[in-house]
């Protein structure tokens, strides 16, 4: 049975399916399909009430908010993964290594872990944004590098726990070299819990990015971000409530699908466990 | 008299057969030992006597003891047999003790069911004394021990003293070997048959070794492929066994093959739910004939208080 | 004789415990060796460090050569001509390899061809192609203790370790895997370190047999003697609690008091003094060596049996 069929065994795995496909669809197709600009001002057309020419109505100066929400939508996304993909390239060698090094250069790389993982993100983006300023590159790395300790742990933990297994003594003992075994062995078998914890981990990337765009230091406006949707709606929440609504929207859905889709996901690699 | 018997038991697991209409008796204070491969089922007969039955089971026939349906009782009752009419020993002495608790702990909570009205003291000392009985040394100190502390050899004996301070009508012993050292093994299996002249209940001794039942058992029933094909008393079925997987399988264990070429039976286990029309050990019997192929042979009787199930037997 | 596999005064420490102690050993082409004992007794540990795959102090010499002064290209043809086969088959196959890719792995790692040779492999062992394509936890134990041994034996290896080859698996099958065994090694050669705690196993296949306790040897010999005639007391103890068929209750099935002493704290002396029902006051002081007993024999003991 492929992976596919076996996630969609789970009424959890379907819904977080659902959802995820639905976030995903809105975020890539809505700023392809969408006539409008996400930028540009179009004030006679302010505050508009939903309608056939715009789903969720505009915002304070006119912009097409489902288009602004798309754009949104796709950026969070896109930084969720690229931030992910970094901090799990990352994570997971310097996890492997802490799991295979000697001991003091793996002790200096636990220590370094627990360092990095002990600043919240949200401060250690305002401490690094009031000494160099803002910027979407920064706030990728910073993300990263706060979420990183987490795939990291876990990567060691996998490696020391496959370290004594004989499957890999047994390839050991076939002659493999340790690249061979690490790439090999190790690596495909630790893959699947770590995909299952990027997919939990991606709603909490999307919410902090939100949060600090929220608090104007993540994506500069105008550029729509969910975060600056939030801000915006909330200073305009007299006039109209569709701002807030659709970004906290598709906040909830996201985290919602990503979280569920991760957790059936778990249950679907796991070969003892049936739904 | 008869303490337990089964009337067509079967047992299917998400509509998979494990086993299929069992009928067997076992009469009190003797030891039936019950003998099957991986796939047998044994395991699951002694589950299902304990109502230890995961949910995706599904039990049909009857199961008396003393006379009473198990199957009929309300599960109240049937779980208050359990620590009083039923007592059972794991395979794995590791895992069926709480490691949280002291050794004194879990002997005196074992004693509740039956005890209820008893004082901790007494039942503090009615363990010890059984700790004394199963051949723990010091036992003073063993009540204050906790599970950790102590080798394997000693844990599945303070689960000996742990049913036997039950005073069960039937005692389950399942594979209560199979995770010792062979001395432990050895140990274990002489307190076995010291219980046959001290314990007055019966005892189901389930095993995948025919040596270890060969010198305990007083009944000997085989299991193949959730199937009985062969009870006998122990001596007949050691000296003439009836069945072919019965033969083979004595053959195997005694291993007398010629030069290094040792005995063994071709083939596997059908796997379970396979449902064969004919006798589930066809496949693999030496002696085969077409018959038994297309019909499964009934357990019969083959003389000097055999049963099989075999065409040719 | 030449010796293929020549051990001396092994020594392998863990963290707190010393695990074999002292144990020299040889086995020479083609022969069938026994190493046999209980839980603690050290005989998975001594066959690994054997082979070169647990670090050790003392000598280990295979064809001559010196394990710990083997270079790269020494270390590989090392891990073509001698093999292990390890006790849980199941999860010494990586886990995500098919059948197919875990026969052909051994010829990957060494850079050899032939890797069509995968499906014929494992047709010699009495498994069909159907099994190729399948993944290691859906084997059985047998099929995956065959699988194993087709990677095995692919690298037409001179020396097998077996780590409990019949563990695990059901009276029926286990003389599957043992003849296979014995076949090969009359086809090939092949000499075999059967590493067992079951007896009966040991009995019907090897030609010699080292018997250990608490990481040392305690005796050593032709397997069929040592069954006869036990010159240590826990030899003959290991052989009086094997179970046998004796529904007739005749044969007197021992078993020598007391519990496995912890390896972490052996005792002083003879290790098997405690439980020994021969044991004397020297027994409890002075630790016996090896020595020669006659018929090819070694037994550490001070006082043999008759």
């Known amino acids: 049975m492929s992976l596919l069929n076996r996630l969609w065994a789970y009424p959890t795995g379907r819904l977080g399916l659902a959802l995820v496909a639905l976030v995903l669809a809105f975020g890539l197709l809505g700023p392809w399909l969408s006539p409008y600009d996400p930028v540009v001002i179009t004030v006679p057309d302010r505050f508009a009430v939903p309608s056939w020419q715009h789903p969720l109505g505009t915002d304070q100066i006119g912009r097409d908010l489902a288009t602004r929400l798309a754009y949104g939508t796709r950026l969070a996304l896109v930084l969720a993964v690229i931030v992910l993909a970094l901090a799990l390239a990352s994570g997971v060698t310097l996890g492997i290594l802490a799991a295979f090094a000697p001991r003091r250069p793996a002790q200096a790389i636990l220590v370094g872990f627990d360092m990095l993982a002990a600043f919240p993100s949200v401060i250690l983006a305002l401490a690094i944004f009031a000494a160099l300023g803002p910027g979407l590159d920064r706030l990728t790395l910073i993300i990263a590098a706060t979420m990183m300790p987490h795939f990291g742990r876990v990567a060691r933990a996998q490696a020391l726990g496959f370290r004594g297994s004989p499957f890999i003594e047994a390839e050991r003992a076939l002659g493999a070299s340790a690249p061979r075994i690490l790439v090999l062995h190790v690596l495909p078998n630790m893959l699947g819990a770590l995909i299952v914890l990027a997919s939990l981990d991606l709603p909490v990337v999307i919410t902090i990015e939100a949060g600090l765009s929220f608090l104007g230091l993540g994506v500069p406006p105008p550029q729509p971000s969910l975060g600056n949707l939030l801000n915006d709606g909330y200073s305009t929440i007299g006039r109209t409530l569709w701002p807030v609504a659709g970004a906290a929207g598709i906040l909830a859905l996201a985290t919602l699908g990503f979280t569920l889709f991760g957790e059936a996901l778990r249950d679907a690699l796991d070969r003892r466990s049936a739904p | ?313 | ?306």
């Open chain 2, 1 to 313: 008299m008869t303490l337990l018997e089964l009337r067509d038991l079967s047992l299917d697991y998400a509509g998979k057969r494990s086993l299929d209409r069992l009928s067997l008796t076992l009469e009190r204070g003797r030891i039936l030992g019950l003998v099957g491969e991986s796939g047998s089922g044994k395991s699951s007969l002694a589950l299902a006597l304990m109502d230890l039955l995961p949910g995706n089971a599904a039990l049909d026939g009857q199961i008396l003891l003393n006379g009473t349906d198990l199957r009929a009782i309300t599960p109240h009752q049937r779980a208050a047999l359990r620590g009083r009419k039923l007592a059972m020993v794991f395979q794995d002495p590791m895992t069926a003790l709480n490691p949280l608790f002291p050794i004194g702990r879990q002997l005196v909570d074992a004693q509740r069911a039956r005890h209820p009205e008893a004082g901790r003291r007494a039942l503090l000392d009615r363990g010890r004394e059984m700790l004394r009985r199963v051949g723990i040394a010091d036992p003073e100190a063993r009540l204050k021990a906790y599970p950790h502390e102590l080798s394997g050899g000693m844990r599945q004996r303070v689960l000996i003293a742990m049913a036997l301070l039950c005073e069960p009508d039937l005692l389950i012993a399942d594979e209560p070997t199979t995770a010792l050292d062979v001395t432990i093994e050895a140990q274990i299996m002489g307190l076995f048959e010291e219980l046959r002249d001290h314990f007055s209940g019966s005892i189901l001794f389930i095993s995948h070794s025919l040596a270890l039942v060969s010198r305990l058992a007083d009944e000997v029933a085989v299991l193949y492929a959730g199937h009985l094909i062969e009870t006998a008393p122990a001596r007949t079925l050691f000296a003439l066994p009836a069945h072919p997987y019965t033969q083979a399988l004595i053959a195997c264990e005694t291993g007398e093959g010629e030069g290094k070429i040792v005995p063994t039976i071709p083939g596997a286990v059908p796997a379970p739910g396979s449902d064969l029309p004919g006798c589930s050990f066809a496949p693999r019997c030496p002696a085969r004939q077409p018959l038994c192929i297309e019909a499964a042979p009934p357990l019969r009787d083959v003389g000097q208080g055999r049963r099989a199930a075999c065409h040719f037997a």
């Open chain 3, 1 to 306: 004789m030449s010796a293929l596999l020549e051990a001396r005064d092994v020594i392998v420490r863990f963290a707190r415990m010393v695990a074999v102690d002292r144990v020299s050993i040889a086995l020479a082409a083609g022969e069938t060796l026994g190493l046999a004992g209980e839980s603690g007794s050290g005989k998975t540990t001594l066959a690994k460090a054997l082979i070169g795959l647990l670090p050790y102090q003392g000598q280990v010499e295979i064809e001559g050569m010196s394990l710990d002064r083997l270079d790269r290209a020494g270390q590989l043809r090392l891990r073509r001509r001698v093999q292990l086969v390890a006790q849980d088959a199941v999860s010494s196959l990586s886990p995500r390899f098919t059948v197919r890719r875990l026969i052909e792995e051994p010829l990957r790692i060494h850079g050899l061809g032939g890797l069509e040779r995968a499906a014929a492999q494992l047709d010699a062992l009495g498994l069909g192609p159907a099994l190729l394509d399948r993944y290691p936890h859906e084997l059985s134990g047998g099929q995956a203790k065959r699988v194993a041994l087709a990677r095995a034996l692919i690298l037409d290896p001179i020396l097998i370790v077996a780590d409990e080859p019949t563990a695990g698996l059901d009276v029926s099958v286990q003389g599957e895997i043992l003849n296979i065994l014995s076949a090969l090694q009359a086809e090939r050669g092949l000499a075999l370190l059967l590493v067992s705690h079951n007896l009966t196993v040991i009995r019907r296949v090897t030609d010699r047999l080292a018997i250990l306790y608490l990481g040392r040897l305690v005796e050593t010999g032709p397997t069929r003697f040592l069954f006869e005639r036990p010159a240590h007391p826990y030899t003959a103890a290991l052989i009086a609690a094997a179970p046998v068929i004796d529904a007739e209750r005749v044969h007197p099935r021992s078993a020598p008091a007391g519990d496995l002493p912890s390896p972490f704290h052996p005792p002083e002396g003879c290790r098997f003094h405690p439980r020994c029902p021969y044991a004397q006051a020297r027994c409890r002081m002075e630790s016996p060596e090896l020595v020669p007993a006659g018929e090819g024999r070694m037994v550490a003991c001070h006082f043999p049996l008759g």
